[in-house]
């Protein structure tokens, strides 16, 4: 693993959510030193910190993550000071005993790490007596909801976008998958165009994931989120197109691989499959159309090229082939069915 990608994201944060993570801190360190005079206030600094997420939902869940861990751990460093004495192994011990009593609790690694953490911290800043510990939550507690309510107030992000973007991306992807195999089957081929052909195919999988991916970071950015009533119906929108467009890209991927399997260069002057080719052009313009009218929803401009007519009107029927294609033929017929089903809503 190169240097460089373990320390660097993919791509920068939005310069809001770093905003919002430095006004917390400073909230929460300027609101707990006037509440709580004394040691400075870095517990507080801390949670409001880690409490400003990407979402309002995983804010809410770090919130409690963090101040369960806090206070647990502030727990077992005064109980092992009260029972050890001030040394400096307790604090080792303290940080065994924490990593023990979040283990035996099922805790998640966050809570676990946390809890670890606060026994160390208490125990190296400051006596540990309980008054101290007390200040110690009290302060988490206010930096906690200070972080939750500035990642609240200041534009809560919504993930839509994103979202939208890679289904729509997924969208056109199939459509031409579609349109090549269209082209394909009434062709010769060689073997460097096969390979070529599945390939493409085979990429729409990690587009699917994409997708997936940036669909339930979009859902959890609108969970607790005020703005949701706003973008709600747009998400709908796009997790409807996206469980249209799934099982279309098993369906061309299965067409892809049972061409490429059963390929003849006698399949370009078969006239079943010539129309099998023509039914996949149509499907590609309804997988289009069915994109085009999502990002309508969005605000995007229609593709002139693309028909507002559904082109997929009926089912094709074919009889029986008298060739020796007709394991392709079948296949393809099947997923062709299945495809009209899914963009016709079809049960």
């Known amino acids: 693993m190169r240097l460089p990608s373990a320390i660097r994201a993919a791509q920068r944060a939005p310069l809001l959510q770093v905003l919002k993570s430095a006004v917390a801190t400073i909230a929460a360190w300027l609101i707990a030193g006037w509440i709580i005079p004394g040691p400075l206030p870095v517990f507080a600094a801390i949670a409001a910190l880690l409490v400003v997420q990407p979402s309002i939902n995983q804010s809410l869940s770090k919130a409690i993550e963090r101040s369960v861990g806090v206070i647990v751990g502030v727990v077992i460093a005064v109980l092992l000071t009260l029972l050890l004495g001030s040394h400096g192994w307790v604090v080792l011990a303290a940080v065994v005993v924490a990593m023990l009593v979040a283990w035996a609790l099922r805790a998640s690694t966050g809570t676990a790490n946390q809890v670890a953490i606060s026994a160390l911290l208490v ?80 990429l729409l999988r990690p587009m699917k994931d994409a997708a997936d991916a940036s669909l339930k970071a979009a859902e959890e950015s609108l969970s607790l989120n005020p703005r949701r009533s706003r973008h709600s119906d747009d998400l709908t929108g796009i997790r ?32 079943t499959v010539r129309a099998i080719a023509e039914q996949l052009h149509r499907a590609g313009h309804d997988v289009r159309l069915a994109v085009q009218t999502a990002d309508e929803g969005g605000g995007a401009e229609p593709d002139a090229m693309t028909s507002a007519i559904p082109a997929l009107t009926a089912p094709l029927v074919v009889r029986p082939p008298a060739s020796d294609h007709w394991i392709l033929v079948g296949s393809l017929m099947e997923d062709l069915r299945r495809i009209h089903g899914e963009l016709r809503d079809d049960d």
Do not use: K
Request: charged letters at 20%; aromatic letters at 4%; proline letters at 6%.
């Open 123 to 202: 125990l190296a800043l400051g006596a540990s007596n309980p008054a101290y510990a007390a200040e110690r939550i009290i302060e988490t507690l206010i930096g906690a909801v200070i972080g939750f309510i500035v990642n609240l107030a200041i534009v809560p992000p919504v993930l839509s976008g994103p979202a939208r973007r890679d289904v729509t991306m997924l969208g056109r992807e199939v459509a031409a998958s579609l349109d090549r195999l269209a082209d394909a089957l009434p062709s010769v081929r060689t073997a460097a165009q096969l390979h070529e052909l599945m390939l493409n195919a085979r």
């Open 240 to 271: 409807e197109l996206h469980n249209r467009l799934s099982p279309v890209v098993t369906q061309v991927i299965g067409m892809t691989r049972a061409y490429f399997d059963h390929y003849e260069d006698s399949l370009a002057d078969d006239p």
